[in-house]
T-cell receptor, first 114, second 114 residues
Framework: DAGVIQSPRHEVTEMGQEVTLRCKPISGHNSLFWYRQTMMRGLELLIY????????DSGMPEDRFSAKMPNASFSTLKIQPSEPRDSAVYFCASSLVPWAGELFFGEGSRLTVL | AQSVTQLDSQVPVFEEAPVELRCNYSSSVSVYLFWYVQYPNQGLQLLLK??????LVKGINGFEAEFNKSQTSFHLRKPSVHISDTAEYFCAVSVEGGSEKLVFGKGTKLTVNP
């Protein structure tokens, strides 16, 4: 079975540009999570969806960040405009509900904002 | 609010030596606890989990962890490590006991030297 698929794997952009990260969860999984990983702050949960509905977006840093899940097999995380402090690795993860205690992570999207 | 403290940011060991990676958590409710492993340039994958029952939990790759409620700890152990165990290890706690929303520690980088 294919795992969680993220694209792009690497993105280098300039400050002020729009960035869109994409995620395809494991087929049949009904929860989807976006995490951000930095050296300073570790792994932070940005937002998560259940059955395509955002459940908790309290981790989204500010209005420049937005996430959507238009259907069960696709989600996007958008940053507009991007800033150097957004540089990080962004992970998408999915899971089944009722939850059996495991998140399945993608390989991440490494974002560098110059 | 739940939180996780991993006491060691880096742990160097020699091959075939035993290792313990320490994790303490803070929570006012019953918790679910997890250890995830991240190999270089990859996403996180579940090593083991404690949901209920026996406090000694066995996971993949010969790792085990013990839940100690009185000491609020969930330390990870392996009696004999291999070079291939070199990775970053993350302890996590489930927010609101049973929720799929996880709070992660900052990670412990395990380096196994020949």
């Amino acid at each position: 079975d294919a795992g969680v698929i993220q694209s792009p794997r690497h993105e280098v952009t300039e400050m002020g540009q729009e960035v869109t990260l994409r995620c395809k969860p494991i087929s049949g999984h009904n929860s989807l999570f976006w995490y951000r990983q930095t050296m300073m702050r570790g792994l932070e949960l940005l937002i998560y969806f259940n059955n395509n509905v955002p459940i908790d977006d309290s981790g989204m840093p500010e209005d420049r960040f937005s996430a959507k899940m238009p259907n069960a097999s696709f989600s996007t995380l958008k940053i507009q405009p991007s800033e150097p402090r957004d540089s990080a690795v962004y992970f998408c993860a999915s899971s089944l509900v009722p939850w059996a205690g495991e998140l399945f992570f993608g390989e991440g999207s490494r974002l560098t904002v110059l | 609010a739940q939180s996780v403290t991993q006491l060691d940011s880096q742990v160097p060991v020699f091959e075939e030596a035993p290792v313990e990676l320490r994790c303490n958590y803070s929570s006012s409710v019953s918790v679910y606890l997890f250890w995830y492993v991240q190999y270089p340039n990859q996403g996180l994958q579940l090593l083991l989990k404690y949901l209920s029952g026996s406090t000694l939990v066995k996971g993949i790759n010969g790792f085990e962890a013990e839940f100690n409620k009185s000491q609020t700890s969930f330390h990870l152990r392996k009696p004999s490590v291999h070079i291939s165990d070199t990775a970053e290890y993350f302890c996590a706690v489930s927010v609101e006991g049973g929720s799929e929303k996880l709070v992660f520690g900052k990670g412990t980088k395990l380096t196994v030297n020949p």
